[in-house]
């Protein structure tokens, strides 16, 4: 190789390194990119001489180039931040999102909800997600994700659980409607909601019939009753308790239960009275009503009715899965975030706006939930920062330098010995 295959060489490397500070500098200016993953410069030499033919040896060398940039899909550090919205990924896997070029990934978490309630990117691309059905359950149907409406309608109460103590030393009682207070041994009462979310006071009255058995009566103010009288209190429901010799619920036995309301409620609601896992019905008395010789009281009840509600609040799990919070108590479950993987992250092409698409050397993303199958969990309220490290970067940029300045000395020194070549003649 003459003198002039030295300039050669010589351009050979100061093209590759400029490249491949070009690639150095990429990742610097990146440092602060949310999701953004650094990349590195690959170099090869270029197809060298031989001086002895195909049998091989001595051989001289054309150069250096740029061969590959290859992108590092290490975990960058997760930022807490107080953004319902803002999710991370610690682990596998990418968000997956419906783009202006076809279906698009990312690391970047940082979404929000447009005005349609939509979760869409800051560029206003939808993420793409499972829906929940209208019980609540995640299907495997995937599609945006959305709010819908901002209120919840009103539950009508199907069942009402209550667990308490019943005096087993009280006397018998025969229980009269018309004088529900002297005609009882205990009573309680708790709140239910009719079929449009009104709020109705029910009065529960328990007498002792007798021995280890008792009855309960439900009383609703006359005011609230379809046909009260304002006066007097109306019976809508009525059962039997039966207790075993050890004090614990043997059966129980509903009698009536229609439940009717004035002001525009449905008539004949029903309403069962749970008082636990009976005998009969396989339980062993501990999760239910007892009848033991202590003061008769309520440890705990509840029922399934709400009034109409509006969404005060959005929250997301470990499993990406987002919840509505209503201002009537409910919480509703919406959609799960959808998690991509490939079986080449390095294969993925960058489309700019921390978005990529998949190629023929990525292969085809395998769309699934969180944390399943080797995808990453998703985090709430965080932010994957750039995986850049800057201190690392700061010294490949220096060995660029070095390099590029060393490949600028190959160029000059074949100058200077052309010159002397050319001075020969002088």
């Given at each position: 190789m003459?003198?002039?295959?030295a300039?050669?060489v ?83 896997g ?15 978490g ?15 691309y ?6 929940a059905?209208?019980?609540g ?68 009255y ?49 009698k ?9 409620a ?7 009275f ?5 005998l ?26 709400a ?28 959609a ?29 993303g395998a ?33 660029a ?12 020194t ?10 020969i003649?002088?």
């Amino acid at each position: 190789m003459s003198i002039l295959g030295a300039f050669n060489v010589g351009v050979t490397g100061l093209n590759s390194i400029g490249g491949g500070m070009s690639v150095i500098a990429d990742n610097i200016s990146n440092a602060g990119t949310s999701g953004f993953k650094s990349s590195r410069p690959e170099f090869q030499d270029v197809l060298a001489s031989s001086l002895k033919g195909i049998d091989g040896g001595d051989q001289i060398g054309a150069g250096t180039k740029l061969a590959h940039i290859k992108p590092m899909f290490t975990q960058g550090s997760l930022v807490r931040t107080e953004q319902v919205t803002d999710l991370s990924i610690n682990g596998n896997g990418f968000f997956v999102l419906d783009s202006a070029f076809g279906r698009g990934y990312t690391r970047d978490g940082g979404f929000i909800f447009n005005k349609e309630g939509q979760l869409i990117t800051g560029d206003g691309y939808p993420v793409l997600g499972f829906a929940a059905d209208e019980t609540g359950k995640i299907t495997s149907k995937i599609g945006e994700i959305k709010l819908g409406g901002t209120t919840v309608a009103a539950k009508a109460t199907g069942n009402a659980r209550i667990q308490m103590n019943l005096d087993s030393r009280a006397d018998v009682q025969k229980f009269d409607v018309a004088n529900p207070m002297k005609t009882s041994n205990f009573n309680t009462g708790m709140m239910v909601y009719d079929n449009i979310g009104t709020a109705r006071l029910v009065t529960i009255y328990f007498n002792k019939a007798e021995e280890n058995k008792w009855e309960y009566h439900v009383l609703v103010k006359g005011t609230d009753a379809a046909k009260g009288d304002g006066k007097k209190d109306v019976e809508m429901g009525t059962g039997l308790l039966e207790f075993s010799d050890k004090g614990v619920l043997k059966k129980e036995t509903t009698k009536s239960s229609a439940f009717s309301f004035n002001k525009g409620a449905a008539p004949d609601q029903k309403m069962e009275f749970d008082f636990g896992i009976s005998l009969e019905e396989g339980g062993n008395g501990l999760d239910a009503t007892t009848q033991y010789g202590s003061d008769s009281s309520v440890s705990r009840h509840t029922q399934d009715g709400a009034s109409a509600g509006t969404l005060s609040s959005l929250s997301f799990n470990d499993k990406g899965v987002l919840s509505a919070v209503y201002n009537n108590g409910e919480v509703r479950d919406i959609a799960q975030i959808a998690i991509a993987k490939f079986e080449n992250n390095e294969g993925l092409f960058k489309m700019g706006k921390n978005l990529y698409k998949e190629t023929r050397k990525s292969g085809q993303g395998a769309v699934g939930k969180p944390n399943e199958h080797g995808r990453g969990e998703v985090l709430s309220k965080s932010i994957e920062e750039s995986n850049v490290d800057i201190a690392h970067e700061f010294v490949n940029l220096m060995k660029a330098q070095r390099n590029f300045t060393a490949n600028t000395r190959t160029i000059t020194t074949a100058d200077q010995m052309l010159q002397e070549i050319l001075n020969i003649k002088r």
